[in-house]
């Protein structure tokens, strides 16, 4: 049985397209047969971040509109075996899906892969809704500010309310990644901590992904950041992987200590 | 179908009628007299329009706004649906609530961010159909049962927990800006960050305990207090909440 993922959170801008590019490469990686859906109609994003925006010749609209079937519309990832991308459409408008086109596509997808990993569009409106609407499991993006967990306490709400397996008594099983997060800056008082953002979602912790200036580098240069060597961002998220499959991790990259010489004689 | 049969003395139609939505985003009455006068000097057309009132504030006085509303010649026949807490409110002056299907999310904004005001009359909204304007009796409390709820699931941002007629159990938290009332008292077992609404239909002896309180707002019987006012020494405690002579009283449990 193919397993869908949501990656939501509500807010804009926290970090979900990285985290889903990162999340689907990190399965595909490990053997699973994995598909990453662009939600986000008219601001595609994702296939840049996945490097493969020149390879899009039909979108997810299309096949939702019968235009296009999914072996046309399925960009098969260059590096990594088992991955496939379909991307969003820069020119439809946020109407352009259905619930019931969404409903058949994924059907058919889950015939093929084992992992269907949507990336869900900011907001609560009609694009956010359709990507969490089918999902077994949601990964919740927050950042460690108030204005973004709030929004996350939000889609929580829609998740375990409105979506199908809600109505069905099943609502989709939660998990919290926090992004963006600055050791130094929670110290100084600037950010929550992760117990404060635990503490007010209430909802399991699978990954801390630390602020990092390679996850900018290697989305303008097309390349996951999980696929980086070195980088803490790109790590953090192979833990998250990790823990999604069920493997125990302790949490890395959430202490401030100072950096050692070499780190800091060779950037991070 | 035959036409020939004699009409009966009424009958019900569903057809669509359109009123005009009267937005309240105050709860000061005085505030919103003055801003009718304006806007009626500025327009008479407005003058014994057919509207509905949309009340923003989670506490209002209805009956004094009717009488500011009646004293300038606006004909008000009922309130959209909004607060749980206003409904009963509404409902005691007679008015009909109706569902406006345009509404969107409950979640508004405390009383004292209210957005300004728009102009009133602004939009039209489809009023219901005939049958549900004929609406039943007010609940006059007692014909129900009374219940005890118990919810286990957090209630989350923009979310809203109403139990009518009962007390609730809740043994998650309430997010800030989420939303629990009842028509008798609250237990929350999680944290309280939003909203805490008891006695939602006039019940004075209702009461708020909670086992940390962080609230945005509580209210008992229409006396509330927003975060700002709640006792410092009171935040993050377990506390009991009761209304002594329209005055919100604060315990600590601990
Ligand atoms: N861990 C991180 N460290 C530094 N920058 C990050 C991190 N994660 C994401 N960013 C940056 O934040 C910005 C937004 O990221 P991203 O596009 O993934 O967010 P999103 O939630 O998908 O946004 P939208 O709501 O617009 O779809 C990008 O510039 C990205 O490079
Ligand atoms: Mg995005």
């Given at each position: 049985m193919a397993k869908i993922i949501v990656v939501t959170s509500g807010k804009g801008g926290v970090g979900k397209t990285t985290t889903s590019a990162s999340f689907a490469c990190g399965l595909a990686k490990r053997g699973h047969k994995t598909v990453v859906i662009d939600f986000d109609v008219g601001l595609r994003n994702l296939d840049l971040i996945m490097g493969?925006?020149?390879?899009?010749?039909?979108?997810f609209v299309n096949v939702v509109h019968g235009e296009a079937n999914l072996k046309q519309a399925l960009i098969k990832d260059k590096r990594i075996e088992n991955l496939y991308v379909l991307a969003a459409s820069q020119t439809r408008d946020k109407d352009a899906l259905t619930e019931d086109g969404v409903k058949k596509v994924l059907d058919d997808l889950a015939k093929d892969f084992e992992y269907i990993v949507c990336d869900s569009p900011a907001g609560i409106e009609k694009g956010a809704f359709l990507a969490m609407n089918?999902?077994?499991?949601?990964?919740v993006v927050t950042n460690p500010e108030v204005s973004s967990v709030r929004d996350s306490d939000r889609v929580l709400g829609l998740l375990q309310s409105k979506t199908v397996g809600a109505k069905a008594g099943q609502p989709p099983k939660e998990h919290l990644v926090i992004t963006r997060y600055s050791p130094e800056r929670v110290q100084q008082g600037e950010m929550l901590s992760i117990e404060d953002v635990k503490d007010i979602l209430a909802i399991p912790l699978i990954g801390v992904i630390p602020e990092s200036k390679t996850v900018l580098n290697s989305s303008n240069a097309g390349t996951p950041v999980i696929l980086e060597d070195n980088a803490d961002a790109g790590q953090a998220y192979e833990d998250v992987v990790a823990r999604f499959l069920g493997e125990d991790r302790p949490l890395r990259f959430v202490s401030s200590e100072r950096k050692g010489l070499l780190s800091r004689l060779f950037g991070d | 179908m035959s036409t020939t049969e004699a009409r009966p003395a009424l009958e019900f139609r569903g057809r669509m009628l359109s009123v005009s939505l009267l937005r309240i985003h105050s709860n000061d009455l005085d505030e919103i007299a003055d801003s009718l006068r304006t806007q009626l000097t500025r327009s008479a057309l407005l003058r014994e329009l057919p509207v509905a009132l949309d009340l923003k504030p989670q506490i209002i006085d209805v009956d004094g706004l009717l009488q500011v509303l009646r004293r300038e010649h606006i004909k008000v026949i009922g309130a959209v649906r909004g607060a749980a807490s206003m409904e009963a409110a509404v409902r005691r002056t007679g008015l009909a609530v109706i569902q406006d299907p345009g509404s969107r999310g409950r979640d508004e904004p405390p009383v004292e961010s209210a957005p300004p005001p728009e102009p009133a009359a602004a939009e039209a909204a489809p009023a219901p159909a005939e049958p549900q304007a004929a609406?039943?009796?007010?609940?006059?409390?007692?014909a129900e049962p009374f219940r005890v709820q118990l919810h286990e699931t957090p209630v989350r941002s923009g979310q809203q927990l109403y139990i009518r007629n009962g007390d609730l159990t809740l043994t998650a938290q309430v997010g800030a800006g989420a939303e629990v009332i009842a028509d008798g008292n609250l237990h929350i077992y999680g944290v309280l960050r939003g909203r805490a609404i008891a006695g939602a239909q006039g019940d004075t002896a209702a009461r708020i305990f909670c086992r940390s309180l962080q609230a945005e707002l509580v209210a008992i019987a229409g006396t509330y207090m927003v975060a700002d006012d709640i006792p410092a020494d009171m935040r993050k405690r377990a506390v009991q909440i009761r209304l002594d002579k329209e005055r919100l009283v604060f315990e600590a449990l601990d």
């Amino acid at each position: 049985m193919a397993k869908i993922i949501v990656v939501t959170s509500g807010k804009g801008g926290v970090g979900k397209t990285t985290t889903s590019a990162s999340f689907a490469c990190g399965l595909a990686k490990r053997g699973h047969k994995t598909v990453v859906i662009d939600f986000d109609v008219g601001l595609r994003n994702l296939d840049l971040i996945m490097g493969c925006e020149r390879r899009v010749v039909y979108d997810f609209v299309n096949v939702v509109h019968g235009e296009a079937n999914l072996k046309q519309a399925l960009i098969k990832d260059k590096r990594i075996e088992n991955l496939y991308v379909l991307a969003a459409s820069q020119t439809r408008d946020k109407d352009a899906l259905t619930e019931d086109g969404v409903k058949k596509v994924l059907d058919d997808l889950a015939k093929d892969f084992e992992y269907i990993v949507c990336d869900s569009p900011a907001g609560i409106e009609k694009g956010a809704f359709l990507a969490m609407n089918f999902a077994d499991e949601a990964l919740v993006v927050t950042n460690p500010e108030v204005s973004s967990v709030r929004d996350s306490d939000r889609v929580l709400g829609l998740l375990q309310s409105k979506t199908v397996g809600a109505k069905a008594g099943q609502p989709p099983k939660e998990h919290l990644v926090i992004t963006r997060y600055s050791p130094e800056r929670v110290q100084q008082g600037e950010m929550l901590s992760i117990e404060d953002v635990k503490d007010i979602l209430a909802i399991p912790l699978i990954g801390v992904i630390p602020e990092s200036k390679t996850v900018l580098n290697s989305s303008n240069a097309g390349t996951p950041v999980i696929l980086e060597d070195n980088a803490d961002a790109g790590q953090a998220y192979e833990d998250v992987v990790a823990r999604f499959l069920g493997e125990d991790r302790p949490l890395r990259f959430v202490s401030s200590e100072r950096k050692g010489l070499l780190s800091r004689l060779f950037g991070d | 179908m035959s036409t020939t049969e004699a009409r009966p003395a009424l009958e019900f139609r569903g057809r669509m009628l359109s009123v005009s939505l009267l937005r309240i985003h105050s709860n000061d009455l005085d505030e919103i007299a003055d801003s009718l006068r304006t806007q009626l000097t500025r327009s008479a057309l407005l003058r014994e329009l057919p509207v509905a009132l949309d009340l923003k504030p989670q506490i209002i006085d209805v009956d004094g706004l009717l009488q500011v509303l009646r004293r300038e010649h606006i004909k008000v026949i009922g309130a959209v649906r909004g607060a749980a807490s206003m409904e009963a409110a509404v409902r005691r002056t007679g008015l009909a609530v109706i569902q406006d299907p345009g509404s969107r999310g409950r979640d508004e904004p405390p009383v004292e961010s209210a957005p300004p005001p728009e102009p009133a009359a602004a939009e039209a909204a489809p009023a219901p159909a005939e049958p549900q304007a004929a609406a039943p009796a007010p609940a006059q409390g007692g014909a129900e049962p009374f219940r005890v709820q118990l919810h286990e699931t957090p209630v989350r941002s923009g979310q809203q927990l109403y139990i009518r007629n009962g007390d609730l159990t809740l043994t998650a938290q309430v997010g800030a800006g989420a939303e629990v009332i009842a028509d008798g008292n609250l237990h929350i077992y999680g944290v309280l960050r939003g909203r805490a609404i008891a006695g939602a239909q006039g019940d004075t002896a209702a009461r708020i305990f909670c086992r940390s309180l962080q609230a945005e707002l509580v209210a008992i019987a229409g006396t509330y207090m927003v975060a700002d006012d709640i006792p410092a020494d009171m935040r993050k405690r377990a506390v009991q909440i009761r209304l002594d002579k329209e005055r919100l009283v604060f315990e600590a449990l601990d």
